[in-house]
């Protein structure tokens, strides 16, 4: 993550003893990314466009799948604030440059994300979630209503 940081995160909490300047920096910083977004926007593929657009913020990944060249994550957006909202859906990420530490991810609250320009791949997709982080470089993604995850 380049604009919305773990420390950053961290320090706007209630009692980190830096929730001002904190603040302020985030406010500051989600201005950048959203002028940096405007102007890539043109070269991203569509679909990215779409996810980044629909917030995933407070999303709880139910399941996640990954082969050679694909990931899957099923997400549970019932309490957050995104407009996929109040359904599962499943994010399928296809053309993936490597392979993604999935360890510890069921579970975890989608906080926030950043989706970059990629030499590699059509897109980078960075996730800040409640324990770690998650990189994905791939050439496109689907969305699409999923069965409620178990």
Same mark, same amino acid.
């Given at each position: 993550?380049?604009?919305?940081?773990?420390?950053?995160?961290?320090?706007?909490?209630?009692?980190?003893?830096?929730?001002?300047?904190?603040?302020?920096?985030?406010?500051?910083?989600?201005?950048?990314?959203?002028?940096?977004?405007?102007?890539?926007?043109?070269?991203?593929?569509?679909?990215?466009?779409? &996810?980044?657009?629909?917030? @995933?913020? /407070?999303? $709880?990944?139910?399941?996640?799948?990954?082969?050679? #060249?694909?990931?899957? =994550?099923?997400?549970?957006?019932?309490?957050?604030?995104?407009?996929?909202?109040?359904?599962?859906?499943?994010?399928?990420?296809?053309?993936?440059?490597?392979?993604?530490?999935?360890?510890?991810? &069921?579970?975890?609250?989608? @906080?926030? /994300?950043? $989706?970059?320009?990629?030499?590699?791949?059509?897109? #980078?997709?960075?996730? =800040?979630?409640?324990?770690?982080?998650?990189?994905?470089?791939?050439?496109?993604?689907?969305?699409?209503?999923?069965?409620?995850?178990?």
């Amino acid at each position: 993550m380049i604009f919305f940081t773990r420390e950053l995160f961290l320090g706007y909490q209630p009692k980190s003893g830096r929730e001002r300047a904190a603040m302020r920096e985030w406010d500051r910083n989600s201005d950048i990314y959203q002028a940096y977004r405007h102007i890539i926007r043109p070269l991203l593929p569509r679909r990215i466009v779409q &996810v980044a657009d629909g917030s @995933l913020h /407070d999303a $709880v990944v139910r399941r996640v799948v990954q082969s050679k #060249n694909k990931l899957e =994550l099923t997400l549970d957006t019932s309490g957050s604030f995104s407009r996929f909202c109040p359904r599962p859906i499943r994010l399928t990420f296809t053309g993936l440059r490597r392979q993604v530490s999935i360890r510890g991810l &069921v579970g975890q609250w989608w @906080l926030y /994300d950043e $989706v970059h320009l990629s030499p590699r791949t059509r897109f #980078n997709l960075q996730v =800040l979630l409640t324990e770690s982080e998650l990189e994905i470089e791939a050439n496109d993604v689907k969305f699409e209503r999923a069965k409620a995850a178990t």
